[in-house]
């Protein structure tokens, strides 16, 4: 049974400056608020112990009428840990939770983001894995390249259901 999917906006208007950090400092994003990195902390990363995530959309399947896209992540903190993770998702889910609400997020930087990687055309047509596939790995860069807000990152965590890093699990 899948878990419910959380409603964009349900997500975004929980999202307090406090709850972005909070949840970012636990992969080690270098968040100062949920609007903005710290710059000086982001600066001196280049690539050293700085997050990075990739995002694949590996194949899909049909189960209980529907087509589901299975979605393999992977964060990194060099030197700190790894996780590795899959999620199931519909197209619809992917379009309305996860495309509309990066698209709206970065406003016109989206086209400058995107240009070469467009998402899926509604309906599941031929070539929808290998677009939501590209689609994905050009999130996942600009999150690396900290392209993206720390709130738009928290917000992408949270739709792929981010498991906590080990640290976190230790302590439960």
Avoid at 35 to 62: A, F, L, N, Y
Avoid at 73 to 84: K, N, V
Wanted: glycine share 6%; charged share 25%.
């Amino acid at each position: 049974m899948m878990p419910p999917v959380l409603d964009a906006e349900e997500l975004q208007s929980e999202n307090k400056p406090e709850a972005v950090v909070a949840l970012l400092c636990k992969y080690d994003y270098p968040t100062k608020d949920g609007e903005s990195w710290d710059c000086t902390v982001t600066d001196q990363m280049q690539g050293q112990k700085r997050p990075k995530i990739d995002i694949r959309v590996i194949g899909h399947h049909e189960a209980h009428g529907h087509t589901w896209y299975d979605v393999e992540m992977s964060l990194a903190i060099p030197g700190t840990f790894s996780l590795e993770w899959k999620v199931v998702r519909r197209l619809v889910h992917l379009r309305l939770e996860l495309h509309d609400c990066v698209k709206k997020n970065l406003g016109q930087n989206y086209s400058k983001c995107f240009e070469s990687t467009p998402f899926a055309n509604k309906g599941g047509l031929r070539g929808t894995t290998a677009r939501l596939h590209a689609w994905c790995a050009s999130l996942a860069d600009s999150m690396n390249q900290f392209a993206c807000s720390p709130k738009l990152v928290m917000l992408v965590l949270n739709f792929l259901e981010v498991p906590d890093p080990p640290s976190v699990m230790g302590m439960a």
